[in-house]
Every structure is written in structure tokens, then in C-alpha cells.
DNA sequence: GCTTTTATTTTCAATGATTATAAATAAGCG
DNA sequence: CGCTTATTTATAATCATTGAAAATAAAAGC
């Protein structure tokens, strides 16, 4: 890792990367503080806000700009879509392709220099389908 | 307006409403709270808030779920996607029709019951982007 | 118009997520 | 090993939002 910018390589913030890295959900801040401190039980919460900061900058995770009430964090850092659960709040990554085109679409009548865009699909999840029988 | 609900129309549930559709922006609750008490200066935050629930539920207005810190404030209830710039926050509607068969697309891949999908473009504002120069 | 019912407002305190601060610690360099 | 300073810890502070209790005022009926 390519932590030559004034970055240190710490426990925490190794161990922050790596448990992140272990899972296929997207754990917000407090659920990533609670599985680190199985590993580090006196890191700080505070620590593990900065580090997940740093790890964005640094493009090795991706915060996902939240549509629920709280951040979410996703362990990979390319740039793909999300759908989310509306009952439980339950987020995974939307099995599909990017489609650049939006940009290029919304670019012929806006005057924003547009850089990018997000993409969530909202719906209910098989869990909770079974629900809505 | 039908607030035939078990809903009363009080004058603060009246102004709030009226503020909002007056302005082609998306203010914050905060925001709304200081158009607002130029009207009824004694008028409470927790009030804003309630009511701002209570239209978005008679889908008077809308709700976008956020991408920045706080939630912003729409006074047209249909959906449309939006344009944010990375800069200043400013907020505006992307001038763009939905597409629909977004959706069509991730149906055939996931088990979600997809019911909506929300979409968002990052870029700078025609301001901010003089700043870049 | 006056009563009554109860949704709503106000004031104020509480919560929950996140960020800032200061002192202590430790990564990575020579 | 010793130094510099990024980082951590612990704790307090902030910010947006929500909850609770008492007071107020819509709307419905008389």
C-alpha cells in the first residue's frame, strides 16, 4: 500500500482495512468500531471515523453517501450501484454495470461540470418479502 | 388540499408548506425554520420537522434522502433526480426524464423487489466551477 | 357562537452520529 | 537507539433530529 504521503501504517487503521476488507455487507462506522474491537478492544470510536476518512481519501475503501440515516462503508473501492432495503435497512451492491451514459445524458441540458454519479435502487429484500405476503 | 386524514391545517402546517413551494431551491429543515419564522416568529425547529414528515407523507412534498450531511427539502413531490456540486452543496433538480427501465434492468439480476430507485449527479456549479480555473 | 375533543404547538431536554481537543503514544526516519 | 510528528486515546463538544409534558387551537357538534 502506497502510504508515502505522510500516511503511518498503525495497528488500527491495518486492522480497520482488514476487517472492512473481510466482509461483503456495508458495515456503518459503529458496526466497524464493534468488530476492530474484537481485535483492538481499546481502540476509540474516534479512531475509527478518522481512519475510515483517511482509507477514502486514500481510494482503499469507498463511503457510500448514505440514503439511509447513517454513513455506510463498502470495502470496495470502484464505484458501483446500491439497493437497499426499505424495511430492514439492509444494503447490498445492485448486480449491474455502470451506466456512463447518465452523464452524458444530464450533461447536454445542465451547466454543472458533471464529475459523477450515484446510483440506489430501493425495494424490499427477499427477507423481507416474505413479509409482505 | 385533502387533510381528511385526521389532519388539521394549522397556520405553521400552512406557511411551511407555502415557503417551501415558493422557493425552486431545496433548503434543510434549518433552512426552512428561518423562512418560516419571518411569518410566525415564535414558531418551534421540532415543529418544522414534524411537519415536514407530515407533507412528505400526504406527499405534499418530498424528502430527498440525502447525499450530504443533512437532509434536504423538496417542494415538488415528483420524483426527478438531482444535481449536487461537490463544492458549494448547492442542490438543483438534474434536467433530465427518469429512467425507468434502470429498474428493468436490475430486476432481472437481483431478488430484491425493486420498487424505486433514486439518482443523484455530482459536479461543479456553474459558480464553483469559475473557482477552478 | 360556544363546547368539546384531540391533533398540534411550544418549550426544553434527550438522543445519536460525528467531530474536535489535549495529552500520551508509537511509526518510521536517520 | 533517538527524534519527529502523525496518530491514538479519552473525553467533551457539536449538530441534526426526536421525544415528552403541558398549553393551545382546529374542526366537529350543539
Given at each position: 500500500m502506497l502510504k508515502k504521503?505522510?500516511?503511518?501504517?498503525?495497528?488500527?487503521?491495518?486492522?480497520?482495512?482488514?476487517?472492512l476488507k473481510k466482509v461483503k455487507t456495508h458495515p456503518g462506522a459503529d458496526e466497524i468500531y464493534a468488530m476492530v474491537r474484537?481485535?483492538?478492544?481499546?481502540?476509540?470510536?474516534g479512531t475509527v471515523y478518522r481512519n475510515l476518512v483517511v482509507l477514502s481519501e486514500l481510494k482503499e475503501i469507498q463511503t457510500i453517501e448514505h440514503v439511509g440515516?447513517?454513513?455506510r462503508f463498502d470495502g470496495t473501492p470502484e464505484n458501483h450501484y446500491h439497493i437497499r432495503?426499505?424495511?430492514?435497512?439492509?444494503?447490498?451492491?445492485?448486480?449491474?454495470?455502470?451506466?456512463?451514459?447518465?452523464?452524458?445524458?444530464?450533461?447536454?441540458?445542465?451547466d454543472y461540470a458533471v464529475v459523477g454519479h450515484r446510483l440506489?435502487?430501493?425495494?424490499h429484500c427477499s427477507e423481507c418479502a416474505k413479509g409482505c405476503l
Amino acid at each position: 500500500m502506497l502510504k508515502k504521503q505522510n500516511h503511518r501504517m498503525t495497528r488500527q487503521r491495518k486492522v480497520i482495512l482488514e476487517e472492512l476488507k473481510k466482509v461483503k455487507t456495508h458495515p456503518g462506522a459503529d458496526e466497524i468500531y464493534a468488530m476492530v474491537r474484537k481485535r483492538i478492544p481499546r481502540i476509540s470510536l474516534g479512531t475509527v471515523y478518522r481512519n475510515l476518512v483517511v482509507l477514502s481519501e486514500l481510494k482503499e475503501i469507498q463511503t457510500i453517501e448514505h440514503v439511509g440515516t447513517l454513513k455506510r462503508f463498502d470495502g470496495t473501492p470502484e464505484n458501483h450501484y446500491h439497493i437497499r432495503c426499505v424495511k430492514c435497512g439492509r444494503l447490498d451492491d445492485a448486480p449491474m454495470e455502470i451506466e456512463t451514459y447518465l452523464e452524458k445524458k444530464v450533461r447536454r441540458y445542465t451547466d454543472y461540470a458533471v464529475v459523477g454519479h450515484r446510483l440506489e435502487f430501493i425495494g424490499h429484500c427477499s427477507e423481507c418479502a416474505k413479509g409482505c405476503l
